[in-house]
C-alpha cells in the first residue's frame, strides 16, 4: 500500500470531521484523547482551551452545529507534516447553523500519530475562530 500523503490525510480527515461535526456532534469527542486541548471562540475574545475527553465533550455540544453546513469549498484546506509524523492542518470557509446567517471561520488541528497505529491519528490541539468583520474599515493615509 503506498503512504499515505499529509494532503490526504488532511482532506479524508476534514471531510469526516466536518461530515460528523453536522451529523452527530455528539460523537465527535471520538476524535480525540485525554491529553487532547480545544479552544472555540468568536470574535477577538479571549478563550481558555478546554482540555480532555469530558471538557471537549461539553464543549462540542454548548456549540449547537448539529445540522450545521460547513462550506469550506469557498475557503482553503493546508496540510503540512510536522515533526514526529503529525500533521498540521488549517481550514477557512464558512458555517450556517440552523436560523442563522453564514459566518466565516478559521480552523487549525495538529493531527498527532496515535500511539497504538502510528498510521491512524487523533486531534491533539484544536483551534476553532469564529472570524468577525468589521462592518466598516476606515483608513487614512498621510
Same mark, same amino acid.
Given at each position: %500500500?503506498? /503512504? %499515505?500523503?499529509? $494532503?490526504?490525510?488532511? +482532506? /479524508? #480527515?476534514?471531510? +469526516? @470531521? @466536518? +461530515?460528523?461535526?453536522?451529523? $452527530?456532534? $455528539?460523537?465527535?469527542?471520538? #476524535?480525540? /484523547?485525554?491529553e487532547s486541548q480545544l479552544v472555540y471562540g468568536e470574535g477577538s475574545g $479571549?478563550?481558555?482551551p478546554v482540555t480532555g475527553i469530558e471538557g471537549i465533550k461539553s464543549k462540542i455540544n454548548s456549540r449547537g452545529c448539529k445540522g450545521a453546513e460547513f462550506n469550506i469549498a469557498s475557503g482553503t484546506l493546508d496540510a503540512q507534516p510536522t515533526m514526529n509524523n503529525g500533521v498540521m492542518v488549517m481550514v477557512t470557509g464558512t458555517i450556517t447553523k440552523k436560523d442563522d446567517q453564514a459566518r466565516q471561520f478559521v480552523q487549525s488541528f495538529f493531527l498527532a500519530p496515535q500511539e497504538k497505529n502510528p498510521k491512524s491519528f487523533f486531534v491533539l490541539n484544536d483551534t476553532f475562530r469564529i472570524v468577525e468583520t468589521p462592518a466598516v474599515v476606515i483608513s487614512s493615509y498621510a
Open positions: %500500500m503506498a /503512504q %499515505m500523503t499529509v $494532503e490526504v490525510v488532511g +482532506k /479524508q #480527515f476534514v471531510r +469526516k @470531521y @466536518y +461530515k460528523m461535526c453536522s451529523d $452527530e456532534p $455528539e460523537n465527535l469527542y471520538r #476524535f480525540y /484523547q485525554n $479571549e478563550v481558555e
